[in-house]
């Protein structure tokens, strides 16, 4: 009779995972010892007592001996949220596992505070015009829509204008805070992303590359407790990771793309975990001093009322409505009746809604796609049949084509 328990496989296991701690060492990576360590106790650990010492074990292990306190306590850290509810209680004993609130405080703490700054707002040729943000440190905002309708290239030229200006720029008629950008981007390939950047840019000599940084198909941010705890979520590694690339890189702007890849494992009709996820990106993201913008895709419902030129409804972001409830700033894109496309921030917590843009299609000089130009914008939102007089007129760029109604691009 074959036995099937866990210790009888341990032993056939454990030299490849000595001999990959070894090599790990011996390379002196830290993030490799942090694995191989992970590795080995999880293998080792059954219960929730050894759950718990191998997550903090792992953490001490990746750390060298002069590891500075702020070090060693970002280690504690990340073990701690990285082991379940039960590893948790059981290395604690009795003690409470949820870590209590901050207590109040008087408003007058932040009498003399700024307000959040913007990172993208409405652009607006008078220095003097009152900004209506977009993102905002600490806010994260959505930019939505139905897949294939070039949402990505909005995206990238907005992180083009942040990393080729100043103290500012602007693009498609949004200003930009300048600065590097982080692009945690879960669909398209360095590679293809370099190949766009390039072109919304005229060419390779235009592109600050080492402005804009990409984390190529991470995992997912967050992670939900399975079947066992279905209405927990906690960070993951790659959490981690960006928050570290983060304190890097110091970016402007970080953008996640898309929102679906974000969570793994959660449920659409659950808001439990996007709101712990949208509160926790929000103190990441004041504590970095950077704005986050997340792409989204619409409902099919959503899309069917915009074509004709409708407002967008509740189904603006597809899936939970936390995402939408939990943003302090939603924009919407879609088709143009008049041809091209248009964005139209529905939401503004703390600015106006209903201003946008119409963009057309720019095409390079070998007749390719190149990202978008404004055509127009509105201040308030433009009424639902467009006329002739309406129509967008192009604003410049290499060709003042504007794509069919039914062109898709991602």
């Known amino acids: 009779m074959t036995d099937n328990s866990p210790s009888a496989a341990l032993p056939q296991e454990a030299p490849a995972r000595f001999a990959a701690y070894k090599t790990a060492r011996e390379a002196g990576d830290p993030a490799e010892i942090l694995a191989a360590s992970r590795e080995a106790l999880k293998a080792a650990s059954r219960d929730a007592i050894g759950q718990a010492v191998a997550h903090v074990r792992a953490a001490y292990e990746g750390l060298p001996d002069n590891a500075a306190p702020d070090v060693i306590e970002h280690a504690e850290a ?10 948790r ?26 307000e959040p700054a913007a990172v993208v707002w409405r652009h607006d040729a008078d220095p003097n015009a009152e900004r209506w943000p977009l993102v905002s440190v600490g806010e994260p905002a959505i930019l939505s829509g139905a897949g294939g309708t070039g949402k990505s290239y909005v995206t990238l030229a907005l992180a083009l204008s942040a990393a080729q200006a100043g103290a500012s720029g602007d693009a498609l008629g949004f200003g930009m805070r300048g600065g590097p950008v982080l692009l945690a981007a879960y669909e398209d390939s360095g590679p293809r992303l370099a190949g ?73 009709n659950q808001p439990g975990p996007v709101r712990a996820f949208m509160r926790a990106l929000a103190a990441e993201s004041e504590r970095h001093d950077a704005g986050v913008l997340i792409v989204a895709h619409d409902t099919k419902a959503n899309r069917n009322e915009t074509q004709g030129g409708g407002k967008p409804g509740p189904g603006a972001v597809a899936g939970s409505a936390a995402w939408q409830d939990r943003a302090r700033a939603v924009a919407f894109m879609g088709l143009d009746p008049a041809g091209g496309r248009r964005i139209e921030v529905i939401k503004a917590n703390h600015g106006r809604d209903g201003w946008g843009m119409a963009l057309a299609a720019r095409q390079s000089r070998f007749e390719h796609f190149a990202g978008w130009q404004m055509a127009d914008a509105w ?11 309406s129509k967008p007129a192009s604003n410049g ?14």
């Open 78 to 87: 990340n073990a701690w949220r990285e082991m379940g509810r039960e590893a």
């Open 89 to 114: 209680a059981a290395i604690l004993a009795d003690a409470d596992p949820v870590a209590a609130p901050a207590p109040p405080r008087p408003l007058t703490d932040w009498r003399d505070a700024p």
């Open 196 to 268: 766009r950047v390039s072109r919304i840019a005229g060419g390779k000599d235009n592109v600050p590359w080492d402005a804009f940084h990409v984390m190529p198909d991470p995992g997912p941010l967050f992670v939900t407790g399975g079947p066992r705890h279905p209405g927990e979520v906690r960070p993951s590694a790659t959490w981690a990771a960006l928050w570290r690339a983060v304190e890097t890189l110091r970016p402007s702007l970080i953008i996640l793309d898309p929102a679906a890849e974000l969570i793994e494992g959660a449920d659409a």
């Open 379 to 389: 201040a308030e939102r433009p009424p639902k049949k467009a006329d002739d007089s």
């Open 397 to 410: 760029g290499n060709s003042n084509r504007q794509p069919d109604a039914g062109t898709r691009y991602v």
